[in-house]
């Protein structure tokens, strides 16, 4: 059986790629508590003991506000934690997939991002993210694989979008959403689905994954509602700039995914995928 070490894997993602990935490899769940990504001796220390053949890395600093405060932290967790692994990895001999975000544009495009456009970040968390594709990529070459994905949410996540609309529409009973930042919200057990579809058809190079089709916040925000039966919420829309934060995301950041169709591997629609999460 082949083994499969996963970083970051009590995150919302890392959580559901140990589920899929169970069924077919063997996997090596890590987290900070036993696999710290900073931690040169550790990584090269756990490869060693367990001799993975993939990293899939899902471990990074995700709090975005928290990189806009303190973006050398940001670069020394997703930058260079990155590329340490990609180091360890290439000294065992293994491959590595990175996750990435649609974070790594500026937003200025009118339609999808493809998976050739030129990175353009605008905010720390997205510098250091792109920092860790460059290593990926310089490092490991063909045995290199970044996965760019947007707005994931899913049923372990603690701190996701779904979760905040509904915490805040039963606290307050009407909400602002911010109506001019667009992008696709992606479903982390349909995206870990297609991780494990895309791993089985020997990928290399740069991927976008994310569900189909595009929103806003505010749109988001009422389908949420919508289907969780809270209809009566009242929901007024804002702009970015009237939504005062430390890091500015991209306002328009849909990805579009070509390479990994043409392999036969792709996710359904947003609203499908939210409608399944609010049902179960
Ligand atoms: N969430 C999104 O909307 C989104 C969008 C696009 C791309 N992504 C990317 O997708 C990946 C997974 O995101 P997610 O939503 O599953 O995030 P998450 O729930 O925040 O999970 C990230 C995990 O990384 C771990 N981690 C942080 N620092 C670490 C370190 N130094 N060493 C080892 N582990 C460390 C965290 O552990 P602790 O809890 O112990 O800190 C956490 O378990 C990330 O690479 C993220 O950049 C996310």
Known sequence: MKKVLIT????????????????EWEVIATDTHNLDITNREQIEKVFANTKPDLIIHCAAWTDVEGCAE??????????????????????????????????????????????????????????????????????????????????????????????????????????????????TPTYAPDLAKAIFDLVRKNPSGIYHLANEGFCSRFEWAIEILKNSGRKNVKVTSIKLKDYVRQSVPPPRSILVNKRARKLGVGLRSWKEALKEHLNT
């Not at 970051?8 to 069924?23: I, R, T």
């Not at 805040?168 to 602002?176: H, I, P």
């Open 8 to 23: 970051g894997a009590n995150g919302q993602l890392g959580l559901e790629l140990v589920e899929v990935f169970e069924a």
């Open 70 to 183: 303190n973006p050398e932290k940001a670069m020394f967790i997703n930058g260079e934690g990155t590329k340490n692994l990609a180091q360890a990895s290439k000294e065992i001999g293994a491959k590595l997939l990175y996750i990435s975000t649609n974070e790594v544009f500026d937003g200025k495009k009118n339609t999808a991002y493809e998976e050739t456009d030129k990175p353009n970040p605008i905010n720390p968390y997205a510098v250091s993210k792109l920092a860790g594709e460059k290593f990926v990529q310089e490092v490991l070459e063909k045995d290199g694989v970044v996965v760019r994905t947007s707005w994931v949410y899913g049923p372990k996540g603690k701190s996701n979008f779904p979760l905040k609309i509904i915490t805040a529409a039963d606290k307050s009973g009407e909400l602002k959403v911010v109506a001019d930042e667009i992008a």
